[in-house]
């Protein structure tokens, strides 16, 4: 009697330690998959949330049995008095076995969510949760986190940027300040550094690249900067050329705006590839992602029964950065110099061979050291940028 209660102690102590630590990935979702979307701005945005919502019509399109459904304004500003892991057990009550959280603010969510349910696959675009070498690691087995290595395309920018200004005067839209947006507003920076220095063997003091947040991924009113008015800002104090870090397309709605009363400026969207169709001859180009390829592998492992925990920060397929099968991330040349295509062409083909501009010496915008000279960045270094390097002006951390 004594050993059986013992037993049955152990057991219920197993049981018990097994839920709360998420020992086991949901089992097979089968040949029918309903996934549901969680985005953080409008479905239509031209930006972030419009390139995930593509992405599942990638997957609906491409993987047999899976449908989609979504909540998009899943903020605070859109959806007072409502938490996003609220919204996401309302497309669990409407059929939904796997979940993407899409925005990096819904971190803290996305794990309740996925710690409450741990039968539903769910998908945290960026975040690091599942990355073990990462700050942010938890146990969490039905959980994966992807990102693209944007990183990248925002040095192509930078590039393009760079060989186009007339002024010197680089301006960077940021949205909100943390680990994703540092690294890439210096992303472009190197870039554009690279192409001043290496390719038009002009002084890097004569450079300037500012970077000027707005609060949000993209206007709430009454509680971000416009960015509206930062373009304008930027354009009316010389910077002619405006990279854009935001969820949105105001940067090239505002650079269409002055080339139509006679000024030569221009402008780079980000995150979604039909963007440069908002600016028509202002657009140098945008650097996209292409989230489908990743979610259709999340959702044939859910379906399979082959789903493990993971981190994935994908790059591009260097063959064809634009392959909409292969490349998670890409670049679209917009309106550009015969030069400044050349230009970007060369970048990328020197990318594919190795260039790697995260390498050292580098200092951060304190002038303390970054990157010793001959060292390169590991990844965890370049996730954590803590500050903004050196030769950037602008908040590297919020007030």
Aim: zero cysteines; charged letters at 20%.
């Amino acid at each position: 009697m004594r050993t059986s209660r013992i037993l049955a102690i152990a057991l219920l102590g197993l049981a018990i330690a097994s839920s709360a630590f998420g020992q086991s990935a949901p089992p097979a979702a089968g040949s029918k998959l309903t996934i549901g979307l969680v985005l953080v701005g409008p479905y239509n945005d031209r930006g972030w949330s419009q390139a995930n919502y593509d992405g599942l019509q990638y997957v609906k399109a491409k993987v047999p049995g899976v449908d989609f459904i979504y909540i998009d304004k899943a903020n605070s500003a859109d959806r007072p008095g409502t938490t996003v892991s609220q919204l996401a057990e309302s497309l669990v009550s409407q059929g939904a076995k796997m979940i993407i959280f899409s925005s990096d603010d819904m971190m803290d969510e996305a794990n309740k969510f996925a710690q409450e349910h741990p039968e539903i696959f769910v998908v945290m675009t960026t975040g690091d949760q599942s990355w073990k070498e990462g700050k942010a690691y938890k146990n969490l087995p039905n959980m994966i986190n992807i990102m693209g290595k944007m990183e990248y395309m925002k040095m192509v920018a930078g590039v393009a940027a760079a060989l186009t200004t007339k002024t010197g005067k680089i301006g960077f839209l940021g949205p909100l300040i943390n680990d994703e947006t540092r690294r890439l507003a210096a992303s472009a920076y190197l870039g554009a550094r690279y192409a001043w220095t290496s390719y038009l063997k002009k002084d890097p003091a004569k450079l300037e690249f500012k970077v000027t947040w707005i609060g949000f991924w993209f206007n709430i009113p009454g509680v971000t900067s416009d960015p509206t008015q930062v373009a304008d800002d930027f354009f009316n104090s010389g910077y002619d050329v405006v990279i854009s870090g935001i969820d949105t397309t105001e940067a090239v709605a505002e650079a269409a705006k002055f080339t139509a009363q006679g000024k030569k400026v221009w402008a780079i969207p980000y995150d979604y590839a039909k963007a440069i169709d908002e600016g028509k001859g202002v657009s140098l180009g945008v650097p996209f992602f292409n989230w489908g390829p990743a979610y259709a592998k999340a959702a044939k492992d859910a379906m399979a029964g082959t789903w493990k925990a993971r981190f994935e920060w994908n790059g591009p397929d260097w063959k064809n950065i634009n392959n909409p099968d292969t490349s998670a991330v890409g670049f679209n040349k917009g309106t550009l110099s015969k030069e400044a295509s050349a230009a970007v062409d060369r970048f990328v083909a020197e990318l594919a061979k190795g260039l790697n501009l995260w390498a050292g010496p580098l200092n951060l915008q304190d002038g303390s050291a970054y990157l010793k000279k001959g060292e390169k960045a590991s990844d965890q270094q370049i996730w954590y940028l803590p500050q903004l390097l050196q030769g950037m002006q602008g908040q590297s951390v919020s007030k």
